[in-house]
């Protein structure tokens, strides 16, 4: 199945997701990666204020490079998700409803997908140029010392996904 979807609606099409699903996805995303994670999650046990609202959000391991003149961004393409492992359960504990990234997840990634009724969604890796046409707006909202690393706030329109693992467990990556 394909579905278009915002990323506002995606709590409400978890369940109806399947494995192998493609999904062609609008709306917020905010970026982190291995060091923005590990502060994001600091400041959760710190009961510290968070760079954005988890609840419903989405989360794309990506480091993009600058934006060239005239272009929202550079190149974004995703990084390997299995470095954010440590982190991902909790985040999905504290209501992130979808991940972005590439390549197979941890078994506490798949149980913490499953028991909170989100998703993770692969984008094609080594295509972070043409990713970032599906990207039309960036802006740092935290950690601007790390760089690319740095949380983003991103705003895909029509940016081409793939169910890699459903809320009931299917996963394309044990087929």
Do not use: W
Request: hydrophobic share 40%; proline share 4%.
């Amino acid at each position: 199945m394909e579905y278009k979807l915002n990323v506002t609606q995606l709590r409400e099409y978890a369940e109806k997701l399947k494995a192998g699903d493609r999904v062609i996805l609008s709306g917020k995303v905010y970026t982190s990666r291995d060091a923005a994670h590990k502060r994001i999650v600091a400041a959760m046990d710190a009961h510290s204020q968070l760079p954005y609202d988890l609840k419903d959000a989405v989360i794309y391991y990506a480091g993009p490079t600058p934006a060239p003149e005239g272009l929202a961004i550079g190149s974004c393409g995703p990084t390997t998700s299995s470095r954010m492992d440590v982190f991902a359960p909790a985040l999905l504990d504290k209501g992130i409803v979808a991940m972005v990234g590439k390549g197979e997840r941890s078994r506490a990634v798949c149980d913490a997908i499953i028991r909170n009724k989100a998703v993770y969604l692969c984008a094609i890796g080594g295509a972070g140029a043409l990713a970032s046409k599906c990207i039309t707006d960036c802006r740092v909202i935290a950690y601007d010392d790390l760089g690319c690393e740095s949380v983003k706030e991103l705003q895909f329109s029509n940016f081409p996904l793939t169910v890699a693992i459903d809320c009931t467990g299917g996963n394309i990556f044990e087929r």
